[in-house]
């Protein structure tokens, strides 16, 4: 794709599968070798824009950014890094909706690699299990922790949680701030987005108004 066929695409929100986009040598190479190449090729893109890595302060910043590309920002690429989801038998036989709301999100949109910063809420009717509640934090983690496009993220949680519960009921909610409209282009500072996903039950008005009640009253 050439600069004006870029350009022209601006930022629209393009995504051809649910899953994210991946070479299929993607984790041949380990994280220190990663590492070791981002680190070269960032200090390159300081060089170009005239900064001097001599200096102290910017030194160890190549590496820095590489590391925290690899381990932090990024582990969530690898699935080798997917958190163990462990679930229980619903000894209790619960019925009704479970929410786990005000979900920390921390992503990167991979259109300019920048913040993605907001909240998921999640539900869901339980059948023959269910899960501990810090296993659906754990899980929004790490499907932030890539580069990411928000309506991808509010699908890959929903299919993997319905995949984990042996049950298509459940929804979810993200709501997010993204600093490729906030801090460039319109430099929007107050808009957010909101992205809704669900499956089973909650297809039906009546349980998806409860949940999205739940979470309304909570924001209130």
């Known amino acids: 794709m050439n600069k004006e066929e870029i ?3 601006g930022d629209a929100h393009i995504s051809s599968a649910t899953k994210t986009p991946l070479r299929a ?39 820095r950014f590489a590391k925290m590309y690899v381990k932090e920002l990024f582990y969530g690429l690898n699935p080798k890094n997917r958190p163990k989801t ?12 479970l929410v786990e709301q005000n979900i920390n999100i921390d992503s990167a949109c991979e259109h300019h690699f920048l913040p993605i910063v907001g909240t998921a809420s999640v539900g869901y009717i339980p059948k023959d ?15 932030s922790h890539r580069p990411q496009v928000q309506e991808r993220l509010c699908l890959q949680i929903l299919e993997d949680l319905q995949t984990t519960l042996g049950t298509e009921d459940v929804i ?3 709501n997010a701030k993204h600093l490729c409209v906030s801090s460039r ?13 669900f499956g089973g039950k909650f297809a039906d008005p009546l349980y ?11 924001n209130s």
């Open 7 to 9: 350009e022209l695409m």
């Open 25 to 63: 040598d993607a984790f041949e190479k380990s994280d220190d070798e990663k590492i070791k190449n981002i680190q070269y090729h960032f200090g390159e893109i300081m060089k170009e824009l005239g900064l001097d890595l001599t200096d102290d302060s910017l030194s160890g910043t190549p590496y």
């Open 86 to 97: 462990s679930t229980f038998q619903n000894n209790y036989k619960y019925q009704k909706i």
């Open 129 to 143: 299990k269910v899960i501990g509640l810090s296993k659906i934090n754990r899980l929004v983690d790490y499907y």
């Open 172 to 174: 979810v909610v993200v």
């Open 185 to 197: 282009g319109i430099k929007d500072k107050n808009s957010f987005t909101t992205t809704i996903e």
């Open 208 to 218: 998806r108004n409860e949940f999205l009640g739940i979470i309304g009253k909570s």
